[in-house]
């Protein structure tokens, strides 16, 4: 995932939990969600950095 993908994922996770005129979608919201924080595990495994929950 590119920076501006990963840019674009989180402006609209933003959105669909901050914006108050969009509808909530859970299964959307969990998608972004898994998506991201894949790419940020990634980039972790990469630094060799132990994740932490």
């Given amino acids: ?3 501006i993908e990963y840019t ?3 402006d609209e996770l933003d959105r669909l ?3 108050p005129d969009v ?3 859970p299964a ?3 998608t972004l969600l898994a998506e991201l924080s894949a790419r940020d595990l990634a980039a972790q ?3 060799g ?3 932490t929950v």
């Fill in 23 to 25: 509808e909530m979608q």
């Fill in 28 to 30: 959307k919201v969990w």
């Fill in 1 to 3: 995932m590119t920076e």
């Fill in 45 to 47: 495994q990469k630094l």
């Fill in 17 to 19: 939990l901050n914006d």
């Fill in 8 to 10: 674009h994922k989180l």
């Fill in 49 to 51: 950095v132990t994740p």
